[in-house]
C-alpha cells in the first residue's frame, strides 16, 4: 500500500508542476494555486528531468494524468523517421516511448521490488529476443525481451500490479511490451530515473 501511496504523491507533485505558469496543488481536498517555480518537486533520487517532462507530455498527447495498473496508451500515427528512445520512471512506476521528439506510447510498469535494484542512468538496448526465459529466476519467461545490461536487466511483458515487484526488470503490460519491441532496434536509448 505505502508503494501506491508514494506513486500518487509522486503524480500529483509532477502534475502540480506541469504547467509553464501557475500549477494547482490539491491540499486536504482544497485547490490552491502555487506558482511554477515553488510548486513542490518530486523526490527523485537522481533524474535528468526526462520523466517529469515525458509525464508532462504524456498530459498534452494523450490527456492522461496516470494510468491503472496493466493500462498503457499508444498513439495513432507514429513518425516514420527518427530515432526511438525509453523513458522509466521508477518513483510514478512509468515508462514513456518517443519516436524522434514525439511521445508516441506511455504505460505503467513494474520495477525492482524492496532488496532489488533497477539501475538508474543512461542505457541502450544491447540485445532482444520476441521470447526469452529467464537464466537466474527459475526460467521464468521474458516476452518481448529487451537487454539493457550485461547482468541481465530488461524490459519485457510481465505481469504489471501497480508497484515495484520485479527482481530488477522493468515488466511492461503485454501489449505494451509488443508495440515497443516492433519499435526499437539494438542500440536504441533508455533512460532510467527515480
Not at 520512471?89 to 505503467?108: E, N, S, W
Not at 526460467?139 to 550485461?150: K, L, T, V
Not at 547482468?151 to 503490460?173: D, F
Request: charged share 20%; hydrophobic share 40%; proline share 7%.
Amino acid at each position: 500500500m505505502k508503494y501506491r501511496a508514494l506513486i500518487a504523491f509522486a503524480a500529483a507533485m509532477l502534475v502540480a508542476s506541469s504547467t509553464a505558469s501557475d500549477a494547482k496543488l490539491r491540499l486536504f481536498g482544497h485547490a490552491r494555486a502555487v506558482p511554477a517555480s515553488r510548486a513542490l518537486p518530486a523526490p527523485y533520487h537522481w533524474t535528468q528531468g526526462e520523466a517529469p517532462k515525458a509525464q508532462r507530455d504524456m498530459v498534452a498527447e494523450f490527456g492522461k494524468v496516470g494510468l491503472a495498473p496493466g493500462q498503457y496508451v499508444w498513439a495513432t500515427s507514429i513518425p516514420k523517421q527518427g530515432d526511438t528512445r525509453i523513458v522509466i520512471d521508477r518513483l510514478t512506476q512509468m515508462a514513456y516511448v518517443y519516436r524522434a521528439d514525439k511521445l508516441v506510447g506511455a504505460a505503467t510498469v513494474s520495477t525492482a521490488t524492496v532488496g532489488r535494484i533497477t539501475p538508474l542512468g543512461f542505457w541502450s538496448v544491447l540485445e532482444k529476443r520476441p521470447f526469452y526465459r529467464s537464466k537466474k529466476y527459475d526460467n521464468a519467461p521474458m516476452p518481448f525481451m529487451q537487454r539493457i545490461d550485461s547482468y541481465g536487466i530488461a524490459l519485457h511483458g510481465g505481469k504489471n500490479p501497480g508497484y515495484p515487484a520485479s527482481h530488477g526488470c522493468i515488466r511492461l503490460p503485454m501489449k505494451f511490451a509488443e508495440k515497443l519491441y516492433g519499435l526499437t532496434k539494438v542500440g536504441s536509448k533508455v533512460v532510467i530515473e527515480g
